[in-house]
Each structure stands twice: as C-alpha cells, then as structure tokens.
C-alpha cells in the first residue's frame, strides 16, 4: 500500500508527519511512504535525515504578508498544485494525507482532484488555512483536543491528539526542585521576543537569581545574544539553539517558559509538565492563543501575553511559583489531563481503515 504524507514549512508539521509514517510502517510494514514538503523552511534538513523518500514543492505562505508576496504565493501556489499533481501521479497513492502548511495544500488539492483519499491532521486548535479549506473534501480530519471540533463542524472529525516523536516521561511529575529547574522552549526556529523577555526576566530577579537553574533553547539567531544575557546575571544556564533529545529536557524541567505551537502544547501534556505559555502575537487566528487556553483552562498552565509587559511579568510568575511549589505539582498532573499518547496510533488506524475500504 503507498501513502503520500504531505505538510511542512515548520517543525511543527514535519515532526508529526513522520510520526505518521513511523507509526504506519509499524502497523503495516508493506507500506510505501512518499513525503512532500516544501523547498521554504527545514523540510530537506529534517526529511534527509529519516531515510524515507520525499519531494519538495515550490509552495510559500500566502498569509500574513504584502500584496506582492501575496500575489506571488498565489501563482507559486498554481504552479506547486501542478507539480503536485504530477509527483501525486507518478507515485499512485492510495491514500493523502495532510498535516498542514505550505505544501499540504498542493498535494491535498491534487489528491482531490484525482479523486484520491483525504485525511487532513490539524495540530491547531484552531485549524490552518489549508486545512480550513481542504476540510469539506477531506473523508476524515483529525483534530488534537476537544475543543477543535466546532472549527471544522462535520461528522468527519476524531479527536486523535497531535502524532509525536516525543515519548511520555516515565517518571510522571516531580517534587520541584531548588534550584528550579526551568526549560525556555521557543520552538524550533527560536521566538526573538520570547529570548529577550525571559532574559530580562531573570535580570530583574536580581540576587533571587541564584533559586534558578535554566535550560533555554534559543532557536538558531539568538544563541550569542541570550548567553551573553545570562552570563551578566550571574544564572547557572545551558544555552542551546537546539535540543535533540526533549524527552530528557522534558524529564529535568520543574516548569517550562514556551511558545503555544501544537506540538509544544501536547508534549507538555504528555510530559506532565506545570508550564508558563506566551502564544506568538502576530498570527490572524491567534492559533497559538487557543491552543494555550487548553492547558490555562485546566489549570495546568499561566497564559501570558507578548507584550511590551512581558518582562515584568515573567519575573513575577517566576517569583510566585518558587513560593508555592503544591501549585507546580498540580499543574503538572492536571497537565496530564490533555494527554493523548496514542495519537500516532490512531492516526494511523484510521488511514489504514480508510485504505482498506477505499480497496487499497
């Protein structure tokens, strides 16, 4: 059976289309995987290093940019579908699925178009575009929490949870520690605002600093900039602009400082983890917002917004957990709540039920 994988721009489509097709391949190991992702972002970092067969279109973004960049994704969006189409074409899948992002949309159009099956993954609480658009076509969307299925408004929808690489901590949450161990994630292209914040943060605790002990990816631009903050505060911290093993991250980590991106919301949930989430401001949806409000309306996580405040109210949190360690702990268990470990899994099931009707 082939299935072709499509999605990326940004980790946080590519990791969960691999996990797809790992998982896949485990379930039914005659599987033939074909992945395509862009020719803009990390798509031929990541993919080269997973030994599976993949292609890039020429896609971009079309959101969230000028006319002229809008007008050109537009007739690079017309020229990626034919492209797509052809590659669609030569592999003969018998079944697409879509996780998002600049190239999902392409190949998910080409899919459709050849009347070939849709299964659309959504990390987002709140859907993308191309998955807001593809969704009427699709035969079956798969959304990460509850609060994803009045977006799309069908009965195509399964709440799966987000497909990770990332493994659940095997020994649940700890009693925090002292000093406390915090983890600064901006997710896998850095956050610059974030960096600078959180920096700040830590040099407005003046002597109290000493109570911290900080592991913070930075992303790969701020690296020099927030070890050289951090070496004038006197703060023990590991500076790093990419961390390959997070489970390990994760397992260390009393509380973590993040972004809101899909995959950083669930890996903190399977982790267990009490967190402080500051959603990137800028995009049209709030994406990263409603995805934050999972963890805060449980009571698992402090939403906090990327403001000209930030700062000041960062140092504050910081200040107000390092008192109430119980808080910690009971974030991080109600953090468990939102776990969904098996997403991969039935993901999976579900491509594979759906090829075996579809009479692949």
Same mark, same amino acid.
């Given at each position: 059976?082939?299935?072709?994988?499509?999605?990326?721009?940004?980790?946080?489509?590519?990791?969960? =289309?691999?996990?797809?097709? %790992?998982? &896949?391949?485990?379930?039914? $190991?005659?599987?033939?995987?074909?992945? @395509?992702?862009?020719?803009?972002?990390?798509? #031929? !970092?990541?993919?080269?290093?997973?030994?599976?067969?993949?292609?890039?279109? %020429?896609?971009?973004?079309?959101?969230?940019?000028?006319?002229?960049?809008?007008?050109?994704?537009?007739?690079?969006?017309?020229?990626? @579908?034919?492209? =797509?189409?052809?590659?669609?074409?030569?592999?003969?899948?018998?079944?697409?699925?879509?996780?998002?992002?600049?190239?999902?949309?392409?190949?998910?159009?080409?899919?459709?178009?050849?009347?070939?099956?849709?299964?659309?993954?959504?990390?987002?609480?709140? $859907?993308?575009?191309?998955?807001?658009?593809? *969704?009427? /076509?699709?035969?079956?969307?798969?959304?990460? /929490?509850?609060?994803?299925?009045?977006?799309?408004?069908?009965?195509?929808?399964?709440?799966?949870?987000? $497909?990770?690489? /990332?493994?659940?901590?095997?020994?649940?949450?700890?009693?925090?520690? %002292? +000093?406390?161990?915090?983890?600064?994630?901006?997710?896998?292209?850095?956050?610059?605002?974030?960096?600078?914040?959180?920096?700040?943060? /830590?040099?407005?605790?003046?002597?109290?600093?000493?109570?911290?002990?900080?592991?913070?990816?930075?992303?790969?631009?701020?690296?020099?900039?927030?070890?050289?903050?951090? =070496? !004038?505060?006197? &703060?023990?911290?590991?500076?790093? +602009?990419?961390?390959?093993?997070?489970? %390990?991250?994760?397992? #260390?980590?009393?509380?973590?400082?993040?972004?809101?991106?899909?995959?950083?919301?669930?890996?903190?949930?399977?982790?267990?983890?009490?967190?402080?989430?500051?959603?990137?401001?800028?995009?049209?949806?709030?994406?990263?917002?409603?995805?934050?409000?999972?963890?805060?309306?449980?009571?698992?996580?402090?939403?906090?917004?990327?403001?000209?405040?930030?700062?000041?109210?960062?140092?504050?949190?910081?200040?107000?957990?390092?008192?109430?360690?119980?808080?910690?702990? *009971?974030?991080?268990?109600?953090?468990?709540?939102?776990?969904? +470990?098996?997403?991969?899994?039935?993901?999976? #099931?579900?491509?594979?039920?759906?090829?075996?009707?579809?009479?692949?």
């Amino acid at each position: 059976m082939r299935v072709l994988i499509t999605g990326g721009g940004t980790g946080g489509h590519l990791m969960p =289309a691999i996990a797809i097709g %790992e998982e &896949l391949m485990r379930q039914h $190991p005659d599987t033939e995987l074909l992945f @395509v992702g862009t020719t803009v972002g990390m798509d #031929r !970092e990541i993919y080269s290093k997973t030994g599976f067969r993949y292609e890039l279109l %020429e896609a971009r973004g079309i959101r969230g940019h000028s006319l002229v960049e809008r007008a050109r994704a537009v007739f690079d969006f017309i020229g990626a @579908v034919r492209q =797509a189409s052809r590659v669609v074409s030569g592999f003969a899948p018998a079944l697409v699925v879509g996780v998002g992002g600049y190239a999902s949309a392409a190949a998910s159009a080409a899919a459709v178009l050849r009347g070939i099956p849709l299964v659309l993954v959504e990390q987002n609480t709140r $859907p993308g575009l191309a998955n807001s658009l593809l *969704s009427r /076509f699709a035969k079956k969307i798969c959304v990460p /929490f509850d609060e994803s299925k009045h977006f799309f408004k069908n009965d195509k929808v399964i709440v799966t949870g987000t $497909p990770l690489r /990332f493994k659940a901590v095997p020994n649940g949450v700890p009693r925090p520690s %002292e +000093p406390l161990q915090i983890l600064v994630l901006g997710g896998s292209s850095g956050a610059h605002r974030l960096n600078v914040g959180v920096v700040q943060a /830590f040099k407005n605790l003046g002597k109290n600093v000493i109570k911290y002990a900080v592991v913070h990816q930075t992303g790969p631009h701020d690296e020099d900039l927030v070890r050289g903050g951090y =070496a !004038e505060t006197g &703060l023990e911290a590991k500076v790093t +602009p990419f961390i390959d093993q997070m489970a %390990e991250a994760y397992g #260390r980590a009393d509380l973590i400082i993040a972004r809101a991106g899909g995959n950083t919301v669930a890996e903190i949930a399977l982790a267990g983890r009490p967190a402080i989430l500051v959603p990137y401001p800028f995009h049209p949806d709030r994406q990263q917002e409603h995805n934050a409000r999972v963890l805060e309306n449980l009571g698992a996580a402090i939403l906090m917004h990327d403001d000209d405040h930030l700062a000041d109210n960062l140092t504050r949190e910081l200040s107000a957990l390092m008192r109430d360690r119980d808080r910690l702990r *009971s974030m991080g268990e109600k953090a468990k709540i939102a776990a969904r +470990p098996d997403a991969a899994s039935a993901i999976a #099931r579900t491509c594979l039920d759906l090829a075996a009707g579809a009479g692949a």
